[in-house]
Nanobody, 126 residues
Framework: DVQLQRGGGLVHAGGSLRLSCAAS????????IGWFRQAPGSEREGISA????????NYADFVRGRFTVAKGTAGNTVYLQMDNLRPEDTGLYYC????????????????????WGQGTLVTVSS
């Protein structure tokens, strides 16, 4: 089960937020956590992902350099640190979990993930 999701909220442009995603029933060493978002009136898009078994991460170009995904030091939690947020980052953010071996090129593909969190709202004001 994916227990999502702490974090989210309202922040001014340029600010930061951190989201967390906890996978309570899966060995953290063998999962991929993906982060996705859906803005109002837009399609869901992949923004970042992290493979816990080899610590490989992947980012969409529009968040690269601003967002950082990493595994927590304790437990089975993966964090998405979002810095220098922009109004266009506003949306409903989801984390998702895959228990297989996701290839690098498919880490931001929602079809690869079997379990989804409930979503958390991020609002960035200008």
């Amino acid at each position: 089960d994916v227990q999502l999701q702490r974090g989210g909220g309202l922040v001014h442009a340029g600010g930061s937020l951190r989201l967390s995603c906890a996978a309570s029933e899966f060995p953290c060493e063998a999962i991929t956590i993906g982060w996705f978002r859906q803005a109002p009136g837009s399609e869901r898009e992949g923004i970042s992902a992290f493979r816990t078994w080899d610590a490989v991460s992947n980012y969409a170009d529009f968040v690269r350099g601003r967002f950082t995904v990493a595994k927590g030091t304790a437990g089975n939690t993966v964090y998405l640190q979002m810095d220098n947020l922009r109004p266009e980052d506003t949306g409903l953010y989801y984390c998702a979990l895959d228990v297989g071996h996701v290839t690098y090129t498919r880490m931001l593909d929602a079809d690869e993930y079997q379990f989804w969190g409930q979503g958390t709202l991020v609002t960035v004001s200008s």
